[in-house]
């Protein structure tokens, strides 16, 4: 399968946005869908998961909960991650990553998209 991510770009702290991820190749519907970000210089974070019917989704227990969510359409093969409330720390490149196994936090995911990069100013 084949990942492209999109939606990133220069926002203001407090702003919002929502990241799409479009997969093309194997039915969408097979895979587990995850989000990850990485900023300069540090390793990349797991972010939030999402099962393969969208019924079950997972998010980081860190500076991430009560402010992204993740969604998914089947239908348009595409998973979301809406990011409000932004905050410079939030600067990163976000990947989507989609795993057939089944939805989790590790870095083992099957595929992985190129990244989108979102920067926070302050």
């Known amino acids: 399968v084949q990942l492209q991510a999109s939606g990133g770009g220069l926002v203001q702290a407090g702003d919002s946005r929502k990241l799409s991820c479009v997969a093309s190749?194997?039915?969408?519907?097979?895979?587990?869908m995850g989000w990850f970000r990485q900023a300069p210089g540090k390793e990349r974070d797991f972010i939030a998961a999402?099962?393969?019917?969208?019924?079950?989704?997972?998010l980081s227990d860190g500076s991430v909960m009560g402010r992204f969510t993740i969604s998914r359409d089947n239908a348009k093969n595409t998973v979301y991650l809406q990011m409000n409330s932004l905050k410079p720390e939030d600067t990163a490149v976000y990947y989507c990553?989609?795993?057939?196994?089944?939805?989790?936090?590790?870095?083992?995911?099957?595929?992985w998209g190129q990244g989108t990069q979102v920067t926070v100013s302050s």
């Open positions: 990553a989609a795993d057939v196994s089944g939805y989790h936090t590790g870095y083992n995911y099957d595929y």
């Open positions: 190749g194997r039915a969408f519907s097979d895979y587990a």
């Open positions: 999402i099962n393969k019917s969208g019924s079950k989704t997972y």
